[in-house]
DNA sequence: CTATGAACCTGACAGC
DNA sequence: TGCTGTCAGGTTCATA
């Protein structure tokens, strides 16, 4: 499940399923799951054991769970993880990659992910419990402590393109493929707009958007087109309904009626309204 | 520093 | 039915 709406559904079921519970054991089903712990499978369960788990928090995509003695168990969930909460009693998933039972003998965390992008592992957290490997993925939108002025500075240092730097989890966090879309159709921007052309008001419109457009999708529960993104569980969100842009290839704008396009872009694919989102004409160097 | 493409995987779907 | 090609909410690494 992958973009912050998503992940933030997901934190929020943790929250309430998992906090205070103590590990009774971990069973890793595929080593690519854990493949980020440095010592392997073995380590992540003997890291796991024993420990009871703070409440979920997040920053971007990422989530991980306090668990004590300055370590956390981080996750994330690529493009096709899962974190349901189940009843031990639950046949397995097809794609169950690890388990953690807990001393109660009550629900059990699944990590379920067809196609093993993502992972978890246990490290060790800063001061502030932020895990280690995340020191260099910059807060999301939604964060209270989110820095606008560090935002704009470095946007409009990038010699880059404004949905490159959108998806750049260093500049701002928790953007995908889906919300960068819809937050430029919002802005009325291309998505091959250079970034240094970006006008401070401009750029912060499209951060407001960005932000009003995960805020309202994680409001119903985030974006789901199949049972691939659901929550811990297993219930999907709605907002698919509410795209404006994302999967819309020859549907009318709903500003202007223009067929949106959808174009090629680095390995996936952009959807914009070639009317609403034009790029300003190329001034001669 | 930036930009591109490929790699990592499995499954769904369209078209033949 | 079954094959082939394309596509999918992400990140990372290797090469220009």
């Given at each position: 499940m992958p973009e912050l709406p998503e992940v933030e559904v997901v934190r929020r079921g943790l929250a309430r399923w998992v906090t205070g519970r103590t590990v009774a054991e971990a069973q890793v089903l595929h080593p690519r799951a854990v493949r980020?712990?440095?010592?392997g499978a073995a380590d992540f369960a003997a890291q796991l054991v024993g420990r009871t788990l703070g409440a979920a928090e997040r920053r971007g995509k990422y989530l991980w769970l306090p668990a004590g003695d300055g370590l956390a168990m981080l996750g994330h969930l690529g493009m096709s993880g899962q974190l349901l909460v189940q009843e031990p009693e639950q046949p397995d998933e097809t794609h169950l990659r690890v388990r953690l039972r807990f001393t109660d003998g009550r629900r059990e965390l699944r990590f379920v992910d067809?196609?093993?992008?993502g992972h978890l592992a246990v490290e060790e957290a800063d001061p502030?419990?932020?895990?280690?490997?995340?020191?260099?993925i910059a807060r999301d939108p939604?964060?209270?402590?989110?820095?606008e002025q560090r935002f704009f500075t470095e946007l409009r240092a990038k010699r880059t393109t404004v949905k490159r730097a959108l998806l750049d989890q260093t500049l701002?966090?928790?953007?995908g493929n889906i919300y960068a879309d819809e937050a430029l159709w919002r802005s009325k921007l291309?998505?091959?707009?250079?970034?240094?052309?970006?006008t401070r008001p401009l750029a912060a419109t499209l951060l407001g958007n960005a932000r009003e457009v995960m805020t309202a999708a994680l409001a119903v529960g985030g974006t789901s087109f199949?049972?691939?993104?659901?929550?811990?569980?297993g219930e999907s969100g709605y907002f698919s309904r509410s795209?404006?842009?994302?999967?819309?290839?020859g549907e009318p704008c709903y500003r202007c009626a223009t067929p949106i396009r959808r174009a090629a872009w680095m390995n996936r694919s952009s959807y914009f309204c070639p009317r609403c989102q034009r790029l300003p004409r190329q001034r001669a160097a």
């Open positions: 980020r712990q440095v010592g067809q196609r093993t992008f502030d419990g932020l895990p280690a490997s995340l020191a260099h939604l964060d209270p402590l989110f820095d701002v966090s928790g953007v291309h998505y091959e707009r250079p970034t240094a052309t970006l199949d049972s691939l993104y659901v929550n811990v569980n795209l404006d842009a994302y999967g819309r290839e």
